[in-house]
């Protein structure tokens, strides 16, 4: 800091001295022609490659200018300066006349158009240069400046706008945040025809590379083909001599068909693109990306078997990018990285942990001899890439381990882990966008996997809890942690100095006014997505203001972090959660913890008691995993009476066996001491109502009996709850404070009037709405007992629910919802025929509630993203901030539904925790219906989730009571002494 703040200060003297003196003597003509003639000589000599005599020129063009006060001479001869030096790899000069570019600016601010014009290419420069020195936040802000300025003036330059666009959506994809890049690129692209052609084909070039990393190979070859097609029109048929940067885009593009069809296995037409890249690079002299050219090559050997040959080509990549960079380097880590894939392909570990640990060290701005990882973060160049190289290392010391146990692979491969989980944390603090976050939840969830057999091996080989903890930590890291950090920073704007600041109020404001701008936004793009009515102009015209609504988002939550630091840390609370604490703030007595992690080879079960931890990991089979998808079918089959004995047998047979997966090892080492179970699912097993696993099977196995008398149902032990994570259960048990609501329940059920009122199903069909007229019987029945708010038929509208729905302690929603497993932020709760919020805009409520009750089909349905969970209607209210949610898994039935609902508040009354006054509602369900009705389809599509204390409603309604006997004596009393008294 001190070394760059000694440059900038000779750097202001350097130019005072200069401008002043030159000044101080009358301008002249002369003096600008001289020093346009030099400055134009050296441009010319500098074609040549002559870059002493282009020195020589140019400082004779700089001492007319300044004797002419020539401003745009000046700017140009400093821009230039800074180009050549940027390209000889001198970044420090280079940025150092980059910064005299400012202070040229500054001179001319008496012609507004000029000086934004000289800002616009000064931080077009500087983001160049913050780039190249992998200082990409700094370069995000320089590029973003860049077309500020450039929007600002009169007649933006489209082409300028275009490259810049081009470059920081670069930055974005980089970094891993491809839904920002992806939208920076159709700015890029919006100025049509009058962007010049090589400036297309880059772009395209780059869209395309997203949809490759993406792993969307057609679609990524589609815009590669395109691009390639702009390059051959505009270099070979024009038989124009291309520019430095257009060669090397044709030589990118090349590279990216050449491996695109790799990935797509179309090895002549590899073969095919890879064999021009190089001829293009002979041709045109230009061998800075001949390193990527080998690198494919090797891997198009490789698939055709040559293994030897592919080696050679793949060494001889990571020889010319060593040769081309300088360490610290991405590209030379990539190369080492593809190096060790292969070696760990072909099962030779120590060539592939050589390599891996090559691309490990190449990656790393800074790091001591004796050190195998850096100490931030921040040090690591190619953060993408460093998460392959850690956890592909870390797989391949738990290999070797698992081959010769030697000694000390499981302390480095933990080690990996821990230090890829920090990455992982500092990305996500980095990244915005949820789509975003969610690719990297995506990208990282096998890597957990192995990270928590790695902790579960070191933990069973020295009992340490620390690696038990560990392994816990690294189940959490695997899923929700998007919705946590959504929830922390709901808290965060709650209790911190934030809302009792002006500044701070403010900020908050507008942050709310732009969360809910850019769900709107959304959901027009969305919507006009799927009208074939809607133009490419309106879609365009939503793509542009949920940009800047994101930019200005963006913008709000940096000042947030940076104006009010606790808000951000408890924002970006990372703290572990342990088996102490788990025992401590969640378990209940009698009580275990059930955290699951599915891949696919296995089910690993971290299982917490009140004096016991245990970890298992069970060899997932196909025909277990055939037999729960068996599961998952029958008890949810409203079509079991048409094949009775057939339908009895399948799912008697798939519970028991999912029951057997699952739970049976684990509650048979523990019997009669547990009563309750809180499952945390992973993957699939979040579908799996766990209250209709029987715990053996019948007898007769064709009686088609589901009677409890008949049945073992699981129900019949234990209590069971769930939870998104640990992290979200303890973090609502450390809120003591959350302001509550007003007013006790509201219950929702709107009418559907236009539909056939015969239906005895909440279906999801988004084209045969059907009437439930038990829904707005069961509100009511509810909002007696509770002395309630109903809001039925018409009155049941959306707008009027997001009016309310922060005044209530408790909401209950009886209606159809539809999940949406394409789009599954745009699954459906309606409140009308055709009025209907998405999972998105609950995203953005402001809830006070204690408890949701979802009394509606699905509401607990949606897509898996692997590390996050399931994006569902329940996930959407426990972002706005509930800590109960009563949801469902699949269409249900309206009249039983009907039923189980009421009696669950009947027990919530009684002051049971909510898990336990389901369970009780549902085993009155079961002994009080004939057979037809005791099937689980009808019962057990229900999950409580989240937080378990009981509601003090039974209290409060005894104080109503006696407030209203109270109140009536005093009006007896006054009558009293009115007419009685008074006569």
Known sequence: MNKCLAQFIVLILFLLYNLNSSYAQSPSSDNKN????????????????????????????????????????????YFGYSSIYMQLGQLEKAMIYSDSTFLI????????????????????????????????????????NAIDYEMAKEMPDSNHLSRTWNNLSLLYRNAGDYQKAMVGYEHALEFGESIKWSVKAA??????????????????????????????????????????????????????????????????????????SLKIQKEYQFDRVQYLSNRYLGQLSLLEGKSEKGISYLHKSITLANEQFKTPSRDIGACYYVLGKVYMGKG?????????????????????????????????????????????????????????????????????????????????RSYLSQESKQFLATQVHSAYGTAIRVARALFLETGNNHYADAALGFMESSKSMILLESLAANEARMFTRLRANARGKALLEQEATLKTSIATYKRLIFEAGTDKAASEETLKKWNQRLFAANQDFEAVQSALGKEFPEYFALKYDTEVASIENVRQQILQKGELLLEFYMDDAAIITCAIGSDFIDITETPLLPEELKQINIFLEQVSNFSFYKEASVAYSKFCQASFSTYQLLLKNMLDKYPGTIEQLVIIPDGVLNFIPFSALLTSLPNDAQSANYSPDHLNYLLKDYTLRYAYSVKRQLFYQAITTRPKANAWFAGFAPSFAEAIDNTPIRSCATDQLFDLKYTRQEVSR?????????????????????????????????????????????????????????????YNLDLRAELVVLSACETGLGSIIQGEGVLSLARGIAYGGCPSTLTSLWSISDQTTAEIMVQYYVELLQEKNKSEALRQAQLSFLQNQKSAYQHPVYWAGFAQIGKDDPISLANNFSSFKWILIVSSLLLVAMLFYFFWLKS
């Open 34 to 77: 001289t020093g346009t003639y030099f400055y134009q000589k050296g441009k010319e000599v500098l074609r040549n490659g002559d870059t002493d005599s282009m020195t020589y020129y140019w400082n004779k063009a700089l001492s007319a200018f300044r004797k002419n006060n020539d401003i745009e001479g000046l700017y140009n001869c």
């Open 105 to 144: 600016a500054a001179l001319s601010k008496e012609d507004p158009e000029s000086y934004k014009d000289y800002l616009t290419y000064a931080h077009y420069r500087r983001g160049n240069l913050y780039n190249l020195s992998y200082d990409y936040k700094l370069a995000i802000d320089a590029y973003q």
């Open 203 to 276: 772009i395209l070039n780059n869209i395309g590379q997203i949809s490759f990393d993406e792993e969307k190979y057609d679609q990524a070859g589609q815009y590669f083909i395109k691009a390639y097609h702009l390059f051959v029109d505009g270099i070979e048929k024009n038989a124009k001599e291309p520019t430095i940067n257009e060669v090397e885009n044709y030589v990118n593009v090349c590279n990216n068909l050449g491996k695109t069809y790799l990935k797509l296995k179309l090895n002549k037409q590899a073969s095919k693109f890879l064999d021009r």
């Open 348 to 428: 030779d570990i120590a060539a592939a942990l050589d390599n891996l640990s090559a691309a490990r060290k190449a990656m790393c701005r800074s790091l001591p001899s004796e050190q195998r990882l850096p100490n931030n973060p921040e040090d690591v160049l190619g953060e993408v890439t460093m998460l392959k190289v850690l956890a592909l290392e870390g797989e391949a010391l738990w290999e070797r381990y698992n081959q010769d146990h030697q000694p000390g692979d499981l302390q480095r491969g933990m080690d990996n882990f821990e230090f890829m989980h920090r990455l992982i944390v500092h990305m996500r």
């Open 782 to 842: 509810i909002s007696e007992k509770l002395n309630g708010k109903t809001f039925l038929g018409e009155k049941a509208s959306s707008e009027i629910f997001q009016q309310v729905a922060a005044d209530y302690r408790i909401l209950h929603l009886a209606t159809h919802a539809c999940v949406n497993t394409t789009d599954p932020l745009y699954g459906k709760i309606y409140f009308g025929p055709s009025d209907y919020l998405y999972t998105l805009d609950l």
